[in-house]
């Protein structure tokens, strides 16, 4: 596994690989444009030239590189203008990694907004096909990240994942099966109802994400701790180690043979003016073949932990009478 983090292009795509040095990445992610705006910038030559250059200059040159989607973009929008302008944006994402040669772009499946999961898949199916078909020969591929399931995301599920990838190949075949990924993001797969914080846990997730998935479909990872607690359905990074997931997860992924060509970054929130990165890295590096971590203790969804306080008190009356 080739470990990094999530790089600002502030002033340049190429100052990515700058701060990637200082950060010990070996690995990055960078936004192609402001992810919160709809504006689609041009690449100017002169940009891509730099970049590639910085690239080619920086000792982890030859490693993938992820760009990441814009927020606004909803493949499943239930309005017709939007999913048209959010599939035509992913288009100019894939676009303009593809002219810097970025490998992977990672991407939100989307939200259904109340007209249910399926439909939602298929919305996403039909827009994953129709960027693909669009983009036919290329060499970057698409990566379907995992959500957190906020909202009405779909994909929070890996069986949801799963069906998307399978839909997507039947409507463009082989493209889809050598330019269509995912990308598991640990914190939204934690807070989403995956305890992969202690052995158990991880193991049931990961049968279930190998049922319908596939770790061969495994192209990126988010290397994120959750701020919030099991089946929280909110998306709060924190460093690793330090939120509800703990060490645990990250140790098995750090000694998973089968992961050891996937890029993964971290994309947690800088403390003040420090990304907190080189640390977290070198944490990481540090599992690699070390005893495992002490893992948290099990912990429950919400919802079941509100069940068992309400059957307390009745086990309790039964226990004396
Ligand atoms: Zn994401
Ligand atoms: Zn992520």
Redesign the pocket.
């Known amino acids: 596994m080739l470990i990094g983090a999530h790089e600002s292009v502030a002033g340049g795509f190429h100052l990515a690989y700058a701060a990637a040095k200082d950060d010990g990445c070996d690995a990055i992610q960078v936004f192609t444009k402001n992810a919160s705006q709809w504006k689609e910038p041009k690449l100017e030559a002169d940009a891509i030239a730099r970049f590639r250059e910085a690239r080619a200059a920086s000792a982890i040159g030859a490693a993938d590189v992820l760009s990441h989607d814009s927020y606004l973009i909803n493949l499943c929008a239930k309005d017709d203008a939007l999913r048209e302008r959010s599939r035509e944006s992913l288009l100019q994402e894939a676009l303009r990694s593809e002219a810097l040669g970025l490998q992977h772009v990672v991407l939100h499946p989307g939200a259904h907004v109340g007209t249910g999961i399926e439909a939602g898949v298929s919305r996403a199916i039909e827009n994953l096909a129709w960027v693909l078909e669009r983009t036919r020969g290329a060499k970057v591929s698409l990566l379907v ?1 995992n959500t957190a399931a906020q909202g009405t995301v779909i994909g929070s599920r890996f069986p949801e994942i799963g069906a998307i990838l399978r839909g997507v190949e039947e409507l463009v075949g082989d493209e889809a099966q050598r330019r269509l990924g995912v990308c598991i ?1 640990t914190c ?1 797969a934690f807070a989403a109802g995956y305890d992969l914080s202690h052995e158990a846990g991880f193991d049931a997730a990961w049968a279930e994400l190998e049922e319908h998935i596939g770790t061969t479909r495994i192209r990126g990872l ?1 290397l ?1 701790d959750s701020q919030k607690g099991l089946g929280c359905k909110v998306d709060r990074h924190e460093r690793v180690g330090e939120g509800a997931l703990g060490k645990y997860p990250f140790w098995r992924l750090q000694n998973d043979a089968r992961l050891a060509g996937v890029t993964a970054v971290l ?1 947690t929130p800088p403390k003040e003016d420090d990304r907190g990165y080189l640390a977290q890295l070198k944490m990481l590096r540090g599992f690699v073949g070390a005893a495992a971590p002490e893992a948290k203790a099990l912990q429950a969804a919400p919802e079941v932990a509100l069940a068992v306080q309400k059957e307390k008190p009745k086990r309790a009356a039964k226990s004396k009478s």
């Open positions: 990240e993001d939204h988010h994120n994309e």
